[in-house]
């Protein structure tokens, strides 16, 4: 005689997921399951609660149980799921590029806070290292502006056309495959220079989160050095120009000391740190007048 076979219901397939992350040592369980379960069924999460004695199809079964794997696995929600949420935009997500994450808001609210208080007109923004494309999209859906924005990955710099061709920036926006450290880029003719760079010291690579260390781009994290190649380039090259020029750049937890060394060593004297929403020193920015 065969078994019969278990339906489940929106309601149970949750709460036994959840407990199945909370015993996997994933955070927000319940969240994770819930978001995860909108990507298998492709619907919002409202539709969850109004739908939670529905019963799950076989292949939307097979679909979720495979996404519950990968997530047990330590595969970010975003890899899985292939989107994410910046800034209120929705973008593309895959391996070639890093995750856009919440405190990088910050270098778009000081983007468009500047581009504002200086009265720039279609201002012209270099950004270094786009990855996703996040901020240059997320500026450039706000204020009219011309990005050439560049990346070191050609697969990253695919992704940022699509986020871009996505959030209907792309008449703003320049992405090109260039690597910042060994190709020339000069920062003249820019009025802002913006960068979240990879900052990560090689020696810290192994103390993140499996979700970082394991999925995310190398490449997109760190230097594979002391964290610092990518600030030491730019003050190098900012200090060049013969026009004036403002250079935003994210920074670590913990590094501001570090960055600020540097900064003086380049005989910087115009900075300041700006921080972000948990008070840590998050934007660098840089004025050369
Ligand atoms: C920290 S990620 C930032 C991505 C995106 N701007 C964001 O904020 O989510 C750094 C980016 O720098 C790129 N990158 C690494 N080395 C580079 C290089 N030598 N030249 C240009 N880009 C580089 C990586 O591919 C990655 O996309």
């Known amino acids: 005689m065969s078994e019969a076979v278990k339906i489940w219901k929106i309601l149970d397939i949750l709460k036994v997921t959840e407990e199945l992350f909370a015993k996997n040592n994933i955070s927000k369980p319940r969240l994770n399951a819930e978001l995860l379960l909108c990507g298998a069924l492709k619907t919002k999460r409202i539709n969850l609660y109004l739908d939670f004695e529905k019963p799950l199809n076989e292949t939307e079964l097979a679909v979720y149980r495979s996404m519950v794997k990968r997530r047990i696995n330590r595969e970010p929600l975003q890899y899985i799921l292939g989107e994410a949420e910046f ?70 710099v695919k992704t940022a056309q699509a986020n871009s061709d996505l959030n209907n920036t792309s008449s703003r926006i320049e992405f090109i495959q260039k690597d910042f450290i060994n190709d020339n880029e000069s920062f003249n003719g820019y009025n802002l220079v913006i960068s979240n760079p990879p900052y990560i010291a090689e020696f810290e690579i192994n103390t993140l989160e499996p979700e970082v260390k394991d999925y995310e781009p190398k490449s ?28 935003l750049l994210e920074t670590g937890d913990g590094k501001k000391e570090k960055v600020e060394e540097l900064v003086q060593q380049y005989g910087i004297k115009n900075y300041t740190f700006h921080k972000d929403l948990l008070n840590i020193e998050r934007v660098l920015e840089i004025n050369i007048i």
């Not at 760190?222 to 403002?246: C, M, V, W």
């Open 87 to 156: 800034y209120g935009l929705k973008f593309f997500i895959n391996r070639s590029v890093l995750i856009p994450r919440q405190e990088t808001e910050l270098l778009v609210d000081k983007t468009l806070e500047i581009i504002s208080t200086q009265r720039l007109e279609n201002p012209k923004i270099l950004d270094i290292g786009t990855g996703s494309g996040c901020i240059s999209i997320a500026a450039a859906s706000r204020v009219l502006c011309s990005i050439r924005a560049i990346d070191i990955s050609r697969e990253a």
């Open 220 to 247: 997109a994290l760190s230097d594979n050095s002391d964290g610092l190649s990518f600030y030491r380039k730019i003050f190098e090259t900012a200090i060049q120009t013969i026009e004036p020029l403002t250079v």
